[in-house]
């Protein structure tokens, strides 16, 4: 009996990258982690996975991979505070650009298949010119994170020519789903949802009128599952086609939860874009994906999870 395949996942203990190794377990594959839990969270991890304490940004990535040999790279390890990059663009970029390139020259020099990148269609656009956004739309980013993660795209496009390391792009709009931080500054279903369940004060940035195209974590996990075998050297918008404003998932969350209170609002944040969706007519027809999940839906799950996990939010 031969021996499964390895597939090694950056930032496996974090919201998305845990529920990816559940799913790759799920179908045999053995599932090597690397996290420095700087964000992370070990009762996100599945057990079943191969824990590496590391941060990619560190000489250490090359070591990891040189042991687990794996034959897909799924890179969702990243700085992915919008707010937060425009504090500090050096750090954004020395986790987005110089970490991710030490972990693509691991993959070239240890014989890595396919690397399945994580990247942002939510604010890759700026302001977009045509609603839904296709891939096609110019690149104009109005914060370093956005740009470090589109500099980091590039990198992958040189090294397929130069290296032949084949590469899929999932570039996604605004994830949200179980087990994403509520602490942070990124994912304001979850900061929502933390704060009404604990009957805090709830702070919208902005009149709350502006659009993002929220998609939920199982649909984005099953994109890159479908970008195991397909879409080789492209780059692919996952979203659901249509955007939600902050002010209505405000109202979903309150009548979700029983939240008695209004919305404080304040100024807008520095970088963030007021509309987008993203047009995914092209992972539709070159994946074979399309999402399942409807905004109602997801919310009614995220805030199952969060009843049932309150008290462990601030735990690893």
């Avoid at 986790?95 to 014989?111: D, H, K, P, Q």
């Avoid at 269609?121 to 370093?144: F, K, N």
Wanted: with cysteine.
């Amino acid at each position: 009996m031969s021996s499964p395949k390895t597939a090694l996942v950056t930032g496996g203990a974090g919201f998305i990258g845990s529920h990816l190794v559940d799913r790759l377990l799920s179908l045999g594959y053995r599932v090597a982690v690397v996290d420095d839990l700087s964000t992370g969270r070990l009762r996100n991890l599945n057990p079943a996975a191969v824990l590496y304490l590391a941060d990619i940004s560190q000489t250490s990535i090359h070591g990891v991979l040189q042991q687990e040999r794996p034959s897909l790279v799924f890179h969702l390890a990243a700085q992915i505070s919008v707010s937060y990059s425009t504090r500090d663009p050096i750090r954004d970029a020395e986790c987005n650009v110089l970490g991710a390139l030490r972990l693509l020259e691991a993959a070239r020099a240890c014989g890595v298949s396919k690397v399945i990148y994580s990247s942002t269609g939510g604010v890759l656009y700026g302001e977009p010119e045509v609603i839904p956004c296709p891939e096609t739309h110019p690149i104009a980013p109005l914060s370093p994170y956005a740009t470090s993660k589109y500099l980091f795209e590039q990198y992958l496009m040189m090294y397929r020519r130069l290296h032949g390391l084949n590469y899929t792009i999932l570039r996604y709009g605004n994830v949200y789903g179980p087990r994403q931080d509520p602490h942070g500054e990124a994912g304001v279903v979850a900061i929502f949802t933390q704060a009404m369940l604990e009957d805090k004060e709830t702070h919208i940035f902005g009149d709350g009128d502006q659009e993002k195209d929220f998609v939920y974590v199982g649909d984005v996990v099953d994109a890159n599952i479908r970008a195991i075998d397909r879409g080789d050297g492209d780059v692919f918008n996952i979203g659901t086609g249509s955007g939600t404003t902050v002010n209505r998932v405000f109202d979903l969350l309150k009548g979700l939860t029983g939240y008695p209170h209004s919305a404080q609002y304040g100024p807008p944040r520095a970088g963030d874009v007021y509309r987008i969706s993203l047009e995914c007519s092209k992972a539709r027809r070159q994946l074979g994906w399309t999402p399942q999940t409807k905004v109602e839906e997801g919310l009614r799950h995220t805030v199952e999870y969060f009843r049932n996990h309150c008290d462990a939010t601030l735990q690893n």
